[in-house]
């Protein structure tokens, strides 16, 4: 990336040195016309000359443009990529009201990082350069016009920064009604069925209208602003070129100066200035940038707490035992954490995980599959640490099946095979009888191919959860974690669900979070939790109060 950007200025500054050279051939070509009375003969070398530097001159500014481009693109990508992996090891568990802003830090903040790295930081450069070096050029012919030149320039980069300075406070406000927009649009998206049954829709609707009208004249503001920058320095570089022109205009008529001379340093003129003018357009690019990477870089410095402390050694590959010692794990006071939990589930059987909303089931469940690591205490797989382990092979012998299972849109096939590298046609037909699914994909008229769409749409919701256990048993998983299988199936799909989480705790250790009584009845163990404590570990009959 930064030889793309040295790239980029150097072909910037190239483009400035063929403008001295332009200017001085056309001087050249107006001295020997007008001066010398040389007809156009005699100077068309020079004119083409001329003509050729406009084409390198076009061809360095493409140059320069392309590896500015380039280069932002490859940090775009790097950024990108980045926030993603960074995002997947800190925020396994989630925060509530995190989706929205994050997506906006990814796609917006990323692009307006792109704006910084293109435009600013190229032009800052050449704003340093490019002046500098046609002062040189302009001094040996007309020093009082470097005087101008070199006392006005100041003054485009100083309002620059004191106009910049309240237009940044106006865009980073605007960035973050821009971030609350993003998180109340997504939540209103996922939220519409119920805002329509509820006849809220329409008012919603007015509710995103009148934010965004709120947002445009945050932006008009912003752009007032710009405008008013862009003006300032303009002023004070038309002022500037006059005030040169005027100084040799008077030298030309005393005779002191040559017109060859004056016409060269009244050319540069304006190409002095403009790199200047251009570092002030690109400002806005600057506070864009600035404002992302505020967001943006907490989340890339935030240290690691899991890839980077994960161990080496492998897990065995024999049903484990999961062990917890003061197990404690908090999300900042809110609800759902747990506290000084100690228990062991033991290798191999069914362990029901009950307990009421907030309780800390799922947090629990997402410490023992390694998505969270606890703040305290000890969680450990057959005797090791589970920090110890080597994360990519114990995940190999995870499996995650959520209240609501991730399905992608394409065939059940390429469902299936999700969780595994490759399968035959006999382990898919196998997993889907254990299942009691295969009896439907085989009656549909293209079977495995049969593509769903969005959500697994095409198929029941317990056939669906049938689909995802199908697609555990394929896995071959050992730690096997469950979250309400049964929740709002009718009784024969409960049923079903449940024959087949029996058939797979043959031979695993299955962890099941449910409410139901009769998924609870068929499990070897019952763990309540209440408040992110355990209340006890005893048996399905004791729990359910039913005598043997």
Same mark, same amino acid.
């Given at each position: 990336m930064q030889s793309r950007l040295l790239t980029?200025?150097?072909?910037?500054?190239? @483009? @400035?040195?063929?403008?001295?050279?332009?200017?001085?051939? $056309?001087?050249?070509?107006?001295?020997?016309?007008?001066?010398?009375?040389?007809?156009?003969?005699?100077?068309?070398? $020079?004119?083409?000359?001329?003509?050729?530097?406009?084409?390198?001159?076009?061809?360095?500014?493409?140059?320069?443009?392309?590896?500015? %481009?380039?280069?932002?693109?490859?940090v775009r990508q790097q950024v990108r990529s980045r926030l993603y992996l960074r995002m997947l090891q800190l925020k396994p568990t989630g925060q509530a009201g995190e989706v929205?802003?994050?997506?906006?830090?990814?796609?917006?903040?990323?692009?307006?990082?792109?704006?910084?790295?293109?435009?600013?930081?190229?032009?800052?450069?050449?704003?340093?350069?490019l002046p500098l070096a046609?002062?040189?050029?302009?001094?040996?012919?007309?020093?009082?016009?470097?005087?101008?030149?070199?006392?006005?320039?100041?003054?485009?980069?100083?309002?620059?920064?004191?106009?910049g300075k309240g237009s940044e406070t106006l865009n980073r406000r605007q960035w973050e009604r821009l971030s609350r927009m993003a998180g109340h649009l997504l939540d209103l998206v996922q939220g519409l069925p119920d805002l329509k049954i509820f006849g809220r829709a329409k008012r919603e609707a007015e509710l995103v209208a009148l934010v965004s009208d709120q947002y445009r004249r945050g932006t008009m503001a912003v752009l007032r602003v710009a405008f008013l920058s862009a003006f300032t320095l303009e002023f004070f570089a038309?002022?500037?070129?006059?005030?040169?022109?005027?100084?040799? @205009?008077?030298?030309?008529?005393?005779?002191?100066?040559?017109?060859?001379?004056?016409?060269?340093?009244?050319? $540069?003129?304006?190409e002095f200035y403009l790199p200047l003018r251009n570092?002030?357009?690109?400002?806005?690019?600057?506070?864009?940038?600035l404002a992302a990477a505020e967001r943006i870089i907490p989340l890339v410095e935030q240290p690691l707490t899991e890839l980077e402390q994960a161990g080496s050694e492998q897990p065995s590959n024999q049903t484990p035992e999961i062990r917890c010692e003061s197990v404690t794990f908090r999300y900042g006071g809110q609800r759902g954490g747990v506290q000084d939990i100690s228990l062991t589930i033991p290798a191999g059987g069914l362990t029901a995980l009950v307990g009421a909303s907030g309780s800390g089931k799922t947090t629990l469940a997402r410490l023992l599959l390694g998505l969270a690591q606890p703040e305290s205490g000890t969680i450990s797989v057959d005797g090791v640490d589970m920090s110890a382990l080597d994360q990519a092979a114990w995940r190999k012998q995870l499996a995650w099946v959520a209240?609501?299972?991730?399905?992608?849109?394409?065939?059940?096939?390429?469902?299936?095979?999700?969780?595994?590298?490759?399968?035959?046609?006999?382990?898919?037909?196998?997993?889907?009888?254990?299942?009691?699914?295969?009896? %439907?994909?085989?009656?549909?008229?293209?079977?495995?191919?049969?593509?769903?769409?969005?959500?697994?749409?095409?198929?029941? @919701?317990?056939?669906?959860?049938?689909?995802?256990?199908?697609?555990?048993?394929?896995r071959d998983a050992r730690?096997?974690?469950?979250?309400?299988?049964?929740?709002?199936?009718?009784?024969?799909?409960e049923r079903l669900v449940l024959d087949?989480?029996?058939?797979?705790?043959?031979?695993?250790?299955?962890?099941?979070?449910?409410?139901?009584?009769?998924?609870?009845?068929?499990?070897?163990?019952?763990?309540?939790?209440?408040?992110?404590?355990?209340?006890?570990?005893?048996?399905?009959?004791?729990?359910?109060?039913?005598?043997?």
């Open positions: 980029a200025v150097l072909w910037g500054l190239a @483009g @400035g040195l063929l403008i001295i050279l332009q200017a001085r051939l $056309l001087a050249t070509v107006c001295q020997r016309v007008v001066i010398d009375g040389q007809g156009l003969a005699a100077v068309q070398s $020079l004119l083409a000359w001329v003509a050729l530097l406009v084409l390198l001159r076009g061809l360095a500014s493409y140059l320069g443009e392309h590896a500015a %481009v380039r280069a932002a693109a490859e929205g802003p994050l997506t906006e830090v990814v796609t917006a903040g990323v692009e307006g990082l792109e704006a910084y790295l293109a435009r600013f930081l190229p032009q800052m450069a050449l704003a340093g350069l046609m002062l040189l050029v302009v001094l040996p012919s007309e020093w009082r016009s470097s005087l101008v030149l070199l006392f006005s320039a100041p003054f485009i980069p100083l309002l620059m920064i004191l106009i038309t002022v500037g070129t006059a005030v040169v022109a005027v100084l040799i @205009g008077f030298r030309l008529l005393d005779g002191s100066l040559t017109l060859l001379d004056g016409l060269f340093v009244l050319l $540069l003129a304006p570092l002030g357009l690109a400002y806005h690019s600057r506070m864009n940038g209240q609501q299972p991730f399905f992608i849109a394409a065939s059940i096939r390429e469902n299936l095979l999700l969780g595994v590298d490759d399968a035959d046609q006999a382990a898919l037909r196998n997993a889907l009888e254990q299942a009691a699914l295969w009896p %439907v994909i085989a009656h549909m008229p293209a079977g495995l191919e049969t593509v769903l769409g969005d959500r697994g749409a095409g198929l029941s @919701g317990g056939e669906l959860r049938r689909l995802a256990l199908a697609r555990v048993l394929l730690l096997v974690v469950l979250d309400e299988p049964t929740a709002g199936l009718d009784a024969e799909n087949t989480v029996e058939r797979l705790a043959k031979g695993r250790t299955v962890l099941m979070i449910s409410h139901r009584e009769a998924a609870i009845a068929r499990s070897c163990r019952v763990v309540e939790l209440a408040d992110g404590r355990l209340q006890r570990m005893v048996t399905p009959q004791q729990y359910l109060g039913v005598t043997p």
